[in-house]
């Protein structure tokens, strides 16, 4: 039977192993990141018609934005900070069919690349839009289930947890590995 899931709620972790790092107090808005493949023209030297070929799929680009100032989280900005953090997201999402709560999750790895502070203006309240960029992991969870799985380094593309890119890996012999 058909339904509609609406998000009510949402919590980020910037920085997975201090249970300090939750942003649920100032955070304001949440963008997961778009998933759109890279095409290219081709017209065929025999057809009269060109087609686009799908080659890929272009980098995430998460963003977010918290209101007032994060003075913790300035300190993982930009090449001053080597190592990549690990972003997670929680969103309470309500069926509206069955009134239950869900629980949908997304765990980013990469680096905090932008912070951009909104002008101040008097009497209004400001904040700060972040972008996560270099992200080499990504998960996307609904109700417990993994829905989209990829990791750069284990070379893994997976679809409600079935690997989309076996044979790629197979026939490179790229060695299949978990994510560290």
């Known amino acids: 039977m058909s339904t509609i899931y609406i998000m009510e709620a949402a919590n980020l972790f910037c920085g997975d192993h201090d249970p300090t790092a939750s942003k649920h107090l100032t955070l304001a808005e949440l963008k997961l990141p778009p998933l759109q493949e890279m095409y290219q023209d081709h ?9 686009e070929v799908a080659l890929g799929i272009q ?15 300035l300190t993982q900005f930009g090449l001053g900070s080597s190592r990549s953090k690990v972003f997670t997201a929680y969103g309470v999402v309500r069926d509206k069919r069955t009134g239950a709560a869900l629980e949908a ?20 309240l400001q904040g700060h839009e972040y972008a996560i960029n270099e992200v080499m992991h990504y998960e996307l969870w609904f109700a417990d289930k993994e829905k989209l799985y990829w990791d750069f380094f284990a070379t893994d593309w ?17 060695p299949t590995g978990t994510a560290s």
């Open 158 to 174: 997976r679809i409600d947890g079935v690997s989309q890119n076996d044979d790629e890996r197979r026939i490179l012999r790229v």
């Open 105 to 124: 999750k997304a765990i980013l790895e990469g680096r905090l690349g932008k912070i951009e502070p909104d002008a101040f203006q008097r009497g209004e």
């Open 59 to 73: 980098k995430l680009e998460p963003t977010f934005k918290l209101n007032g100032w994060d003075p913790d989280l």
């Open 43 to 51: 017209h065929a030297g025999g057809s009269r018609v060109q087609i």
